[in-house]
Each structure stands twice: as C-alpha cells, then as structure tokens.
C-alpha cells in the first residue's frame, strides 16, 4: 500500500470538491441502466456513489425509496419511518427525494425537528424504542449517508424493523425493485413536490437529540466521567454528530471540549488520508493527524464519522489506538464493570478482528462468536441480549446497556467513544495504557491488511472457494490448524477464506466494489513473521484462484 506524500497534511485546495457542479449532476444527470457502474447496488451499508459518476443521482433515490416503500407494502410494515442524514453534499438533495416519493406513498415520517444532521446510531435507537413491546404497527428507517467516503459521495441505506443493516435477500429485493423502475423510465414511482412533501400530514417533527442523548446513561456511566472530571477532547470530523457533544458535555456537566465545530461539505478543514484522499476516517492516523496532535491538551480524546457510527480514540499515554487495540481493551473492561449483564452473554467479533480479542475472551471465561465481515451479523444477538458486545475491525462496536438489553443494532460511534472516558475516569489509565496491559498479558499482535488486483472472475471464485482449495500443511513455518469458509460462529459463509495457525492467520476476501481482494493478517511472533504469512498468503490465494 503506498503511502501519498500528501498523507496526514492539510487538505490542499485542488482536492476540494466543486458542490454546486456535485449537486447539479444529481439532479441533470440520468443513469443508464444498462451499465453495471451505474445500477443500484447494495454493499454492506446500501447504495454508494457519486452523482459525477452517475452513481449516485435523483433517479436512484426516487426508485430506491419507491422500492422501500413496495417492501414495506409487502412486509406489513406500517408504522413510522425514522429518516436521518449526514453532512456530505448529497445527502440534503437525496433527503428531499426520498421525502417526496415517501409522502406520495403515505408513509408516516418522523424527521428531526431541528432540521439538523442525524447519525446512523441515533436512527437505531429511535426504531428500537418505539418497537420495544410491539408485535405489530414496526417502525423502520432510512440513514441517508456513505458514512466516511470522499465528500464526492452519496449513500442511501435502509434500516428493518430491528433496527440494524438490512440482510442480503432485503437489499438484493430492494435493489431488483428499483432498478427495474430505473429501466421503466420510473413510471412506477409516486412523488410529491418537495414542499408539499414536507407540509402532508404524514411527516412528523421528532426531537432526535433529545431522545438520545437522554437515555445514554443507561449504556455509559456518565455520572463516573462527571465526577473525575475527566478532560474529553472530541472532533465530529464535520459529521452529523457536531451538535450531540456539545448537548452531552452540557447536560452531563462533563469536562468536554469540541474542538471543531465546522460543518463544511468540502471537508477543507481534514487532513488528507493514506491515498491523498480526504476521507473522514476515524481510525486513520492520517485522517486523525489534527487530533492527534492534541493528544497532550487532553486526557483522553475521540472523534466519529460523518454519520458516527465510527469510532477513533486517541490516548494521552500512546495517540491514535488501532481499531482492534481499543476493541480488546472495549471489551476486556465492559465484561468486568458491567454486573447486570449475564454470565452467559457473549462476545462478537468478525473473522478479520485481531486475535487479541480472541485472548482477552478466553481470560474472561466468556464464549466467543465469530461472524462474518458486516455489522448485521451481530444484529441478532444485540436484540435478545446473548451478545454484550459486537465489534469490527474497521472501529465499528455497539455493546449493550448497563441493565444488559439492547442499545442499538447498528454501530455506534458515540457510546464507544464515551466508553474511553468511562475507563479514564473509573480506573484511572486511558485506553493507551490499558492496551500495554494486555500486551504483557497476551504478547504483542502484529497486524496488517493489504489490497491485490483480481478479476471479477476471480473474486467469485475467491467467494465460493472450499476449505480443500488450500493444499499446503503449513503458513509460515506452522502447522494450518484451520481452514475457513465459514465464519465458526454462527456457521455463516465468510465470503472467502480464513487461515489459522497457532501464532498467525491470514483471511482474504473480495472487494465489493473494486476488482482487488483484500488480505487480512497478524501474527502474535514479530513483524517478518508477519510478511512470511502475507507472503504465503498471496501465494495461497493465488494459486487457489488459478484452479478452478
């Protein structure tokens, strides 16, 4: 992976994005259906794209949202749709389609009655209170975001009655639906004028902040962080939570400290990732580069996403903490400081999250569940309270509340992020210093992921491959243990393969969106072990995929 020279440093003014030329091509533009670049298409978090590209414009909202309608219709869902949306440049233009052909279809709404930015987790919440105790009348949603994508994109995603990512054969029907009426020339799709849209009697204001941030003590213990009087340093990254912490600080009496208020959809204010891209990532060091170097101002600090279902925490003892760093201290602290919860209640990971996770449950006596990549894997087990936590390596987590019932069923940057300064404040050590524990305890994880070129052949065949596809005895000097296409939790394809010996592992993986695979691995030895695994890896992987 190479690094741009750009990488960590301010955006430079050629990389901003031209918002008015974004947002007439929403609106000018017309997909052809017949093109594969230029369908609906759901990835794990729904329909991404630009309206550059033709990707991402007015027609693919307006058969999108009729879609979700006729799925609705279908499912017998009828109670309200909470609708929520961030703050790229073409989320305000798809929130006003989406309003329209939602209120031609008489579907009751629930919108932010400040007119503000919504995140994702905040829409979780809302559907999962107003379920809580029906059978019947379910409320939904819809996250109108492509979470921490370049500002060039736009994304769209529904939420189901659970209140988490829609599964595969939800998305796979949306997606027929609506490009089916993309190809009819949108004959199908009922639509209001926007103004009328949002004067029917069918669009509701609700109070999302409020909602929220009111309940979040029953998932982080606040009155702990008040009374330490912790320094908590928090950037939005110009996302949609830029008005919750200033309302959490507030009302909690915290010693909390925005330090950028800035909502701009050019993003100018971010320092440019690994690629040269701005991308508001909160696990990047580079996308972090500006809170990072805050670090010392603070005793402990984070940021989201633009839609903050994200999470990066920032130690005063050791900067930026590595996704999978902060999700073993995440966890080995919730199950030890959460007396509500279950002894029976589990741990859920992804097949590519760190081993070190894999250690920490061990110690704790709990069980582990490990899943497939995709957050709608924990879904389940966060609704019916068998799992305390579920967590992704790309700094995705929700965990349960204190009482040990479901918070949300989507990612939720917000409560992780104030998970770091309930552990600064009850134990006295930041997250930083934590982690260094678990190193003395567990040794030292040595972790990477790489991208490799693959044909769309190929990365079908990477998709469907079986464990006897791996021929070798050994990874890396040691005896395979296990060969997966299958994730060991729930029995679930992984969408590829896993490798695993005593000390290492490997996973790869097909890219949903780019004809690359991706190469997951660690070793628990040292670094060049780490390059033999990756090494041997790609040879696998290679080979297995010139076989058929």
């Not at 259906?33 to 307006?62: C, K």
């Not at 040990?404 to 992780?416: E, Q, S, Y």
Request: net charge negative.
């Amino acid at each position: 992976m190479e690094i741009s020279k750009f990488a960590g440093k301010p955006a430079d003014p050629s990389l901003l994005i031209n918002v008015p030329r974004l947002v007439s091509a929403y609106y000018t533009r017309r997909p052809d259906p017949s093109l594969p670049e230029q369908r609906v298409v759901f990835g794990t978090s729904g329909h991404r794209g630009s309206s550059l590209d033709n990707a991402f414009n007015e027609t693919h909202i307006l058969a999108i949202t009729q879609a979700i309608c006729l799925y609705r219709k279908q499912q017998s869902v009828d109670g309200p749709l909470y609708i929520g949306m961030d703050t790229h440049a073409l989320s305000e233009p798809a929130f006003a389609s989406a309003m329209e052909v939602l209120a031609a279809n008489s579907v009751d709404v629930m919108v932010d009655a400040d007119h503000g930015y919504t995140p994702t987790p905040v829409i979780s919440h809302a559907i999962l209170t107003y379920n809580r105790g029906r059978k019947s009348g379910l409320a939904d949603g819809i996250v109108i975001t492509p979470s921490h994508n370049p500002p060039r994109f736009g994304g769209f995603k529904y939420d189901p009655p659970h209140g988490g990512p829609a599964d595969t054969h939800v998305t796979e029907w949306i997606e027929r639906q609506a490009n089916g009426l993309i190809a009819d020339g949108l004959r199908g799709v009922a639509r209001f004028p926007f103004e009328r849209a949002r004067s029917v009697s069918t669009a509701h204001p609700y109070k999302y902040l409020n909602s929220y941030v009111s309940d979040l003590p029953s998932a982080v213990d606040l009155e702990a962080i008040r009374e330490s009087k912790v320094h908590v340093g928090v950037d939005p990254l110009g996302g949609a939570s830029v008005a919750y912490w200033d309302a959490i600080g507030d009302r909690y009496g915290l010693n909390l400290e925005v330090v950028n208020h800035s909502v701009d959809p050019t993003f100018r204010f971010m320092t440019v990732d690994w690629d040269g891209q701005i991308r508001m990532d909160p696990s990047s060091v580079y996308a972090m580069a500006s809170m990072v170097g805050l670090k010392d101002r603070f005793d402990v600090a984070f940021a989201s996403d633009t839609d903050a279902d994200r999470h990066g925490v920032v130690s005063h003892s050791h900067g930026l903490l590595e996704p999978n760093h902060y999700l073993s201290v995440a966890i080995s602290y919730l199950f030890a400081n959460r007396p509500q919860w279950s002894p029976t209640v589990a741990v859920g990971k992804t097949v590519v999250s760190s081993s070190m996770i894999d250690r920490v449950v061990k110690k704790l006596g709990r069980k582990l569940v490990e899943v497939p990549v995709g957050f709608k894997w924990f879904v389940e087990g966060l609704i019916d309270g068998s799992l305390g936590f579920g967590g992704e390596e790309s700094s995705g987590a929700s965990f349960l509340r204190r009482d040990g019932t479901v918070w949300t069923t989507d990612k939720d940057g917000l409560v992780p992020n104030l998970l770091a300064a309930e552990i600064t404040a009850r134990t006295g050590k930041d997250p930083g210093e934590h982690y260094q524990k678990l190193t003395a305890d567990f040794g030292i994880p040595y972790y990477t992921r790489i991208d490799a070129p693959a044909t769309p052949d190929q990365k079908t065949r990477l998709e469907k491959l079986s464990p006897e596809a791996v021929t070798t005895p050994s990874l890396a000097g040691e005896r395979i243990k296990e060969r997966l296409t299958r994730a060991p939790g729930d029995g679930a394809t992984i969408g590829g393969l896993k490798v695993v010996t005593a000390n290492g592992w490997f996973a790869a993986r097909p890219s949903g969106t780019e004809n690359i695979y991706k190469i997951y691995a660690e070793s628990f030895k040292n670094e060049s072990h780490l390059d033999a695994i990756v090494s041997e890896a790609q040879e696998i992987v290679n080979k297995a995929l010139a076989h058929p």
